[in-house]
T-cell receptor, first 115, second 113 residues
Framework: NAGVTQTPKFQVLKTGQSMTLQCAQD?????MYWYRQDPGMGLRLIYY???????DKGEVPNGYNVSRLNKREFSLRLESAAPSQTSVYFC??????????????FGPGTRLTVL | QQQVKQSPQSLIVQKGGISIINCAYE??????FPWYQQFPGKGPALLIA?????SEKKEGRFTISFNKSAKQFSLHIMDSQPGDSATYFC????????????FGKGTKLSVIP
């Protein structure tokens, strides 16, 4: 049981390049999330998927797109990377049972640098 | 608008001491308050969580104290150990239908021998 996995672990891009961050979970969770973490800013939600087939914007969605490929996989795409998108990106998942707490499990992160 | 304010930003505690991290919130719809622990190079991991119908929850050396009227909650780490050195995040989420955790900005704890 690997939990939440993310690829790649590290990535360097040039301004204007595109890339897709991959995330997969093996806990049969319904909901998945993408966050970015910047020094002194905590974690900010980019997009989330409440269930397979749905996606919604979070706090900081501009410059990103997501795809919920199936129940296990949720990808984050940067179409034209900018230096402001230099950050550590975390994927998370939760069971989100009805009436239950939103306990989220996080992956190890992708460290992205945009030059 | 920052909905969860966390303090202090950094904290240095001697081994065996008590570490205290405070959070305050504004949204009275929040009804679940988790704390996450993050070690360098790792993702955050759930440490302990509380609902506002209780004033305190204890798990081992970690205790959450909750003051609903003041809209404040805090994490106490008793007998702090060097292995507790990490960044701690408080968070809050509102009730049914909400999928969004609102995080504080984090506290970097260093426990010195």
């Amino acid at each position: 049981n690997a939990g939440v996995t993310q690829t790649p672990k590290f990535q360097v891009l040039k301004t204007g390049q595109s890339m897709t961050l991959q995330c997969a979970q093996d806990m049969n969770h319904n909901s998945m999330y993408w966050y970015r973490q910047d020094p002194g800013m905590g974690l900010r939600l980019i997009y989330y998927s409440a269930s397979e087939g749905t996606t919604d914007k979070g706090e900081v969605p501009n410059g990103y797109n997501v795809s919920r490929l199936n129940k296990r996989e949720f990808s984050l795409r940067l179409e034209s990377a900018a230096p402001s998108q230099t950050s550590v990106y975390f994927c998370a998942s939760s069971a989100r049972l009805a009436g239950g707490p939103n306990e989220q499990f996080f992956g190890p992160g992708t460290r992205l640098t945009v030059l | 608008q920052q909905q969860v304010k966390q303090s202090p930003q950094s904290l240095i505690v001697q081994k065996g001491g008590i570490s205290i991290i405070n959070c305050a919130y504004e949204n009275t719809a929040f009804d679940y308050f988790p704390w996450y622990q993050q070690f360098p190079g790792k993702g955050p991991a759930l440490l302990i969580a509380i609902r506002p119908d209780v004033s305190e929850k204890k798990e081992g050396r970690f205790t959450i104290s909750f003051n609903k009227s003041a809209k404040q909650f805090s994490l106490h780490i008793m007998d702090s150990q060097p292995g507790d050195s990490a960044t701690y995040f408080c968070a809050a989420v509102s009730g049914a239908g909400s999928y969004q955790l609102t995080f504080g900005k984090g506290t970097k704890l260093s426990v010195i021998p």
